[in-house]
């Protein structure tokens, strides 16, 4: 089935209600004005019109502005201020009707028409003075000229425009991102110029659809691995073909629920199926074999499929429901980890919901149709069928030929080998429980121990490998607008020589801040850098990073921080956030320095800076208000004329052919520069003219920081990057430093940022998920067994499981994140199956008078295959999502390290560990029974000669399959 873009969409919610999806720079051999102008009439309005896109912000270029600089001495001759001269440009500069007038039924509205209609009539407005009217030209300078500049913005070295497109809250990324672009392509030659060029230099749509087609490869791979698995056990194409169709029918009829809740196919939801694909055959794997070991009591086929399904529908049932149980919790979790795993859990569990109704419904049909015993007499084949068969042969030779002369020898050795010695492993394991149970705790514990030293990292999402990466430059606050734009010109010389980098652009003037969004500054810079496909270079992200890091350090004057792309949270967001808070600055600042230098010696911690920086040079104006009231003057208004004089009033437009553009009013660069221009600043009094400094006191003084607040409190935050080590073990080494160097104050602490608080709330939302899937699968077992202890049993699966988990992550370097911790929740319904699967055919046979321990031996030695099918089907499926490359890897690589971990040691125990549990858990109850109620002692194991028929009964199964 194709699915049409629309269907698709990325759900890894960032912190910020919008994202950034789309960079795109236009460029033209036309004047910059011009470029600039027609991207924000008809580029951006266009794209704006588009359903989902919330904003497109435009940099770089100039653009047209009508400029009326101020001669400051010549007004003050004129005995004028700056506010006269705005004042007398907005009377003059006016259309507005006057009234109506009618003649019969004929009505006329009669309007005034007096904005001006060329630039030259601006110069000759007349201003009204005290030695008479004189104009404009008189005291300033009229021109035709440009806004200043305050950013700068390349693509690859080359002056252009550049257009951010940032959606909505909600939108499909995906549909987003392709109507855009769609769009973008169209507009040359039609909406804009043919000279114009269009490039797409930052796309996250194709990071998603990347990993969408990654992960539905590793669906398809781990289908054909766990197809491939029942293959070996089963050894019948026919019993294959019915444990296959779970599968695509499954997660086909997954779709039709999705569609109806609302939710999406995307990254979440289809690497939930991809992970979860082996553990949809379980449940009809149970089902099939035990109606083939019926077909081999000498029923009929629809015989076999009926008692095969009744005998085992409760456990198959039981086993579904606990996957369903903890699926649920999952989907229902809040915050940050809730909206990542909604549609992951509800999508799992619509298609274990649809595994069990196949395994009761598809499965037993198909079987009872067409299930036949192997060592049936064959029939007489046709000459076209012998033909086909080789034929396909032939065509087929390299997989048949190692399949029949090496895998399947090599398989049938050594599952017969098992077949053969589980028996006698049971057995030893009954009679010397001890030493396995010894084995056990051993691991165990060690697995603790690993946990406890800290050998495993912690961090919110884990990494992962986009191809894009932001580098900041911040320079001195005294740094212009210039000097920041040389020193990201020579990053841009050392990213040039990067092969690996297929496009960057440069902005010059603009911070991006936590939230994502640029603010300009002038001391301030940053490069977006994207890199050609995985599968086009040898290096990572990474190490590409790294070398960076070290071409930039030897740039003076500079502080550089070098951040890959998250999957969450915003561009200008650091890994490593440390908040120092408290009431009093004078001693937040020492104390944040402190923690500075001890934060700079932590091993992992690099590019720190500190949100406190010496303040900007600023002039300062004093004003002496009891002189101002003398002159008549306030503060609203000495303010007000000294806004006009420096930075200017453009309230004022002049439209030509439909545009409206600014008339800025202002001194001319001379009159603006010094202590001195400040003070020689015209105010118009009662008494006429007066200059700033009659009335104030200006110096030139270090201006105070950005004061930054949260909930209420004072905060400077120490951010930086990591290199080589998880945010968990880092932020552990830095609380305890400044436990060990530094006496906080009362009322003064450090934190830890929004990354830190995320982890806790991860923490927080998967130990409520793991405590109701716990107790949601203790209820399940509890029903199905009829009894309150027995559960306890299959429960002891999970500690086993802690072991699988713990020594995954340990030996292949992995950390306790969102995506691993996941994975544990997952393992909770996955791994308890086979233990009620053992358990309720252990209780099957006792029912019939079989001892315990001999009902024991022989429920494992029967359950042995299908657990061990249902077991390597789920680890198979896992395979492809925890080896194999691509986009978003990184990211879904852990679940599927855990979830094989977990599988293989739980698998293994699971044979020996929970049969020794059900001796000693019944044993317990048996004498509490005989002590409360005189009950008899029951014999809990068979005759001499029963036990031998036992033991042997592994080779006698071999023998017979």
């Known amino acids: 089935m194709r699915y049409r873009p629309e269907h698709y969409m990325w759900y890894l919610p960032t912190q910020i209600p919008e994202a950034r999806i789309i960079m795109a720079a236009i460029s033209s051999p036309r004047p910059e004005v011009e470029v600039r102008k027609t991207v924000e009439d008809d580029v951006k309005k266009t794209l704006e019109k588009i359903p989902g896109v919330a904003t ?74 005290q030695m008479g009217p004189i104009k404009v030209r008189d005291i300033a300078t009229v021109n035709d000229g440009f806004k200043e500049v305050q950013t700068y913005s390349r693509l690859g070295g080359n002056n252009s425009i550049l257009i951010q497109i940032v959606k909505q809250s909600g939108a499909n990324t995906v549909l987003v991102s392709k109507q855009v672009k769609e769009n973008l392509a169209k507009m040359p030659g039609k909406n804009i110029p043919a000279d114009y060029e269009v ?37 019948d194409p026919r019993s294959t073909f019915i444990i296959f169709l779970a599968i695509p029918t499954a997660i086909l009829s997954t779709f039709m629920p999705v569609y109806m809740a609302g939710f999406t196919l995307n990254f979440m939801s289809l690497m939930g199926l991809a992970i979860a694909v082996g553990t949809l055959v379980d449940n009809s794997v149970v089902v099939l074999e035990n109606i083939f070991r019926h077909l081999e009591m000498g029923k009929s086929a629809k015989e076999a499929a009926k008692d095969g399904v009744s005998e085992v529908g409760l456990a198959v049932l039981a086993s579904g429901t606990t996957n369903i149980c903890v699926y649920t919790p999952v989907a229902f979790m809040s915050g940050t980890v809730g909206q990542f795993f909604k549609e992951f859990g509800f999508a799992v569990a619509f298609a274990t919901a649809f595994a069990i109704f196949i395994a009761f419904t598809l499965t037993p ?76 705790a051993v691991l165990f514990v060690s697995s603790i121990a690993i946990v406890a030293k800290g050998l495993i990292g912690s961090e919110f999402v884990p990494e992962s490998d986009q191809g894009e990466f932001n580098i900041m430059v911040q320079m001195p606050p005294y740094a212009s607008l210039d000097d920041t734009d040389k020193v990201v010109r020579q990053v841009e010389e050392l990213v040039e020589k990067i092969e690996e980098v297929e496009a960057y652009t440069a902005v010059s003037g603009k911070k991006i801040g936590d939230t994502g969004v640029a603010q300009p500054t ?25 070398q960076i890091r070290k071409d930039v350090a030897d740039i003076p004057d500079a502080i550089f921080q070098v951040t890959a792309r998250s999957m969450v949270g915003a561009p200008g967001r650091l890994p ?34 500190s949100s406190w920086k010496t303040g900007k040079s600023e002039i300062q104006v004093m004003l002496d208000k009891q002189k101002m009231a003398l002159m008549g003057l306030d503060v609203a208004t000495v303010g007000y004329t000294m806004r006009v004089s420096l930075e200017g009033d453009d309230s004022i437009k002049y439209k030509e052919k ?44 270090l201006g105070p920081n950005e004061y930054s607040r949260k909930n209420g409190v004072a905060v400077i935050t120490i951010s930086g990057n990591l290199a080589e080590r998880s945010s968990g073990e880092v932020q552990k080494d830095i609380a305890k430093a400044v436990k060990e160097s530094v006496e906080l104050p009362e009322g003064y602490e450090i934190g830890f940022g929004r990354s830190a608080e995320d982890m806790n709330d991860m923490m927080t939302q998967l130990v409520i998920a793991m405590i109701l899937a716990i107790l949601f699968v203790y209820m399940v077992m509890a029903a199905q067994f009829e009894s309150l202890v027995y559960p306890f049993v299959v429960m002891f699966t999970l500690p086993l499981t802690f072991i699988g988990v713990v020594w995954s992550l340990f030996l292949t370097g992995g950390t306790f994140n969102m995506m691993s911790m996941i994975g544990m929740v997952m393992l909770i319904g996955i791994v308890v199956n086979n233990s009620i699967v053992l358990v309720d055919f252990i209780n099957q046979l006792r029912s019939k008078g079989v001892p315990r321990n ?10 042995l295959r299908p657990i061990l099918i249902t077991s390597l089907t789920t680890i198979c499926a896992m395979i492809p999502s925890a080896v194999l490359s691509g986009e978003g890897a990184g990211f879904r690589r852990p679940m599927a390290i855990v979830g094989i971990g977990g599988m293989v040691v739980a698998t293994i125990l699971t044979l020996i560990i929970i049969p020794i549990m059900y001796m000693l858990i019944d044993g317990f109850m048996g004498s509490l ?3 409360i109620r005189g009950a008899e002692k029951q014999p809990v194991w068979g005759t001499k000669e029963e036990l031998k028929i036992l033991l042997a009964s592994g080779a006698a199964e071999e023998k017979r399959l």
């Open 522 to 546: 002038p001391d301030y810079g940053f490069l977006s850098v994207k890199l050609v496909g995985m599968k086009d270079r040898k290096r990572s992200t990474k190490k590409i990073m790294q």
């Open 365 to 440: 049909a198909v079987a009872s149709r067409i299930l036949k015993l192997n060592d049936a007499a064959p029939k007489e084949m046709t000459p076209g069928k012998k033909f086909a068969i080789s034929v396909m042969t032939v065509v087929f030779f390299w997989l048949v030929i190692p399949f029949k002369y090496v895998i399947y020898p090599a398989f049938d050795f050594g599952f017969g080998l098992l077949r053969k010695v589980y028996p006698k492993a049971i057995y030893f394991s009954l009679k010397a429980w001890p030493v396995p149970a010894i084995i056990t």
């Open 929 to 931: 029974r005989r002590i």
């Open 854 to 863: 001999n009902a024991i031996i022989q429920a494992g030695v029967t359950r």
């Open 576 to 609: 490593l956030q440390v908040e120092v808070k408290g009431a009093d600055y004078d001693v937040l600042i020492p104390l944040s320095e402190k923690i500075y230098r001890i934060t700079e010696k932590i091993p992992g911690v690099i590019d720190l800076n």
């Open 658 to 701: 439909g545009d409206e553009y600014d008339i800025l009013v202002r001194f001319s660069d001379k009159d603006r520069m010094t202590v001195q221009d400040v003070q020689n600043i015209p105010l118009m009094t009662q008494m006429g003219a007066i200059k700033l400094g009659n009335i104030a006191t200006v110096k030139q003084e």
């Open 199 to 235: 490039s797409v230099v930052m796309d996250l749509s194709t990071f998603i659809t990347n990993s969408l087609s990654d992960v539905k490869t590793n669906l398809m791979y781990g289908a054909i691995f766990a197809t491939l698995m029942i293959m070996l056990f089963l050894r």
């Open 56 to 129: 497109v912000a435009v940099s770089g270029g100039k653009e047209r502005q009508i400029n009326i600089d101020v001669d400051r001495d010549k007004m003050f001759g004129y005995n004028l201020s700056i506010l006269q001269l705005v004042q007398a440009l907005k009377k003059d500069n006016m259309n507005f009707p006057v009234g109506k007038i009618k003649k019969g039924t004929e009505e006329n509205v009669v309007r005034v028409i007096g904005e001006y209609t060329k630039i030259s009539e601006i110069d000759g407005v007349d201003i009204m003075t």
